[in-house]
């Protein structure tokens, strides 16, 4: 356990390069199953695997959620996760998974940890053509060899967090925001593989009257971002005459944001495009590889007044058309 700890304090710190590390765990087996599938997640959302405490449950509180617990004097709500994904552990939860997201701590109870890996990007694909579950964003192949088979679910934190945590779930029905009135014919390009954080986004972006194309990954993205300036460069306009900004989160198959953005900011066709993070993993070291790659916002999930502020204030940097 000790040895799990130090490798997660230690891995906090990857640099930007389309590389990660994630933490491999057991929920247990599918009802009628003897296998016992690998699920992982980004080591960036951890912040330490304890065993499982004491828990206190309130009154009416329900499956997945088994209670509340005091790790190092912060009350922390404890969820089910093999009960999330539809598994039954053969000896029990015996580990919890405490992780940050979005503002939030909470944590996860699970079987068994079993390993950290540390990843390309590439060799992680989108889920939703081929896995049913909600709760899984992505497929992780665990080495190279594309004909293996030791593969990891990645948990979709986002999309469980919504469904079962009221205070996550956010409600823009009723907000308000500035419109903006973008360049004609421009869009925003939109980055992000939580099929739950697309719709927000999508959502908060129509309310700003911002036309926007999104995309499961950050290569897709790239591969339209490449395809615009083709196009622009035919026609001997400027990028900004088709890309308002880039919106991307940090975690995706096949390239992450903090890659994405480099790639843009390092074309000299490109790198004036506002590029803005929109991204679940918060704190310092982060916001320093933000920095580091030229990106022209950052915004912590989710939270609609501080993304229209970080359009603006991007927007306002680069001089962009708007209202």
């Not at 015996?94 to 939030?104: C, D, G, K, P, Q």
């Not at 940090?250 to 991204?279: A, C």
Request: proline share 4%; with cysteine.
């Amino acid at each position: 356990m000790d040895n799990f700890q130090k490798e997660i304090d230690e891995r906090t710190n990857l640099t930007s390069s389309n590389r990660f590390e994630l933490l491999l765990f057991r929920l247990g087996s599918s009802p009628g199953e003897d296998q016992s599938e690998l699920f992982g997640i980004n080591v960036f959302k951890l912040r330490e695997i304890v065993p499982m405490p004491t828990l206190t449950k309130a009154a009416g509180m329900a499956s997945p959620m088994m209670g509340m617990t005091n790790i190092r004097g912060e009350i922390i709500p404890v969820i089910d996760l093999p009960a999330v994904v539809g598994c039954v552990p053969k000896t029990g939860l015996n580990i919890l998974l405490v992780t940050e997201y979005a503002r939030s701590t909470q944590a996860f109870a699970v079987e068994s940890v079993d390993d950290i890996v540390r990843l390309e990007w590439s060799q992680v694909l989108a889920a939703e053509s081929g896995v049913k579950s909600r709760n899984i964003t992505s497929i992780a192949r665990l080495d190279n060899d594309k004909s293996s088979n030791r593969l990891a679910l990645v948990l979709d934190v986002e999309q469980i967090l919504h469904d079962i945590i009221p205070n996550n779930n956010i409600d823009m029905d009723k907000k308000k925001t500035s419109s903006f009135k973008m360049k004609p014919g421009t869009v925003a390009i939109v980055a992000e593989d939580s099929k739950v954080a697309r719709q927000m986004l999508e959502k908060g972006l129509n309310m700003m009257e911002i036309p926007a194309q999104m995309h499961v990954t950050g290569l897709e993205a790239w591969n339209k971002i490449r395809k615009m300036a083709e196009e622009c460069k035919a026609a001997g306009v400027p990028i900004s005459d088709k890309i308002s900004f880039v919106l991307t989160d940090l975690e995706m198959p096949e390239m992450d944001g903090f890659t994405l953005t480099l790639n843009i900011k390092r074309d000299e066709f490109l790198k004036n495009i506002p590029v803005i993070i929109h991204s679940s993993l918060s704190g310092s070291a982060n916001e320093d590889h933000v920095r580091k790659v030229g990106a022209d916002g950052y915004v912590a999930k989710f939270e609609i007044n501080e993304l229209e502020a970080a359009i603006h204030k991007a927007l306002d940097a680069k001089n962009v058309v708007h209202a």
